[in-house]
């Protein structure tokens, strides 16, 4: 089986001013130094990128971003393109999150339309799935996250998927506290590293790395990153705090 990099993502949300962000992406980088096999990366607003991208440098964490605009450049009040996020010193870009999908209008389309945007600017995407409290009772939850990926990734040929990353978020984890338990976080993993495999082909299921995202902290993250198909964590409130955060990302240790 392919030997699969694990990734800690850190996504700092609507949190930190500029100098707030410095002074975290600062501390972070010290406490990461020597992460062993781990790669870790923050998303900060974008007010704080190029001055968090600075503090980084070439160090051990990655700079991502939370969202963007499909459209490369144009008449787009408020909107952030792919190549404005390379050029602020990015290398990931989150896509789809529970929350734009909740509260921004975000659906499949759009989606699917920034992965596109992403991909061309050389950005990893970190596409984001996962079913609701309602839907996981209704035992909706694969044919959700079937949907989800079916229509995410439409049109996309094998080729252009080689930066891809996907995080399974379960809606009803997120800020509660709630976790899914390890059965469910490995099943639904499995569910979608198959499902990659009927769409494209075994070899890129294999090589694509799955987040688990909901409620992640320093006393579970040992148990999630031990199931077969659970590749990192995609990590919001524990990641605020870079002594927190740098124990998801020194896991092994």
Known sequence: MQQRTPLIAGNWKMHKTVDQARETARQ????AADADGVEAMIAPPFTALAPVAEVLGQGPVRLGAQNLFHEDEGAFTGEVSAPMLVSAGCRYVIIGHS???QYFGETDRTVNLKIAAALRAGLKPIFCIGESETEREAQKTFSVLDK????GLEGFSLAQLS???MAYEPVWAIGTG???SPQQAQEVHAFVRSLLAEMY???LA????ILYGGSVKPANVRELMAL???DGALVGGASLDAGTFSQLINYRK
Request: no cysteine; charged share 35%; aromatic share 0%.
């Open 201 to 203: 082909d075994t070899a």
């Open 228 to 230: 077969a198909d659970v």
């Open 99 to 101: 929350e734009r999908r």
């Open 148 to 151: 989800q990926v079916r229509k």
């Open 206 to 209: 294999q090589s694509v790395r």
């Open 163 to 165: 930066l891809l990353v």
């Open 28 to 31: 972070l980088a010290a406490l």
């Open 178 to 180: 709630k976790t899914a």
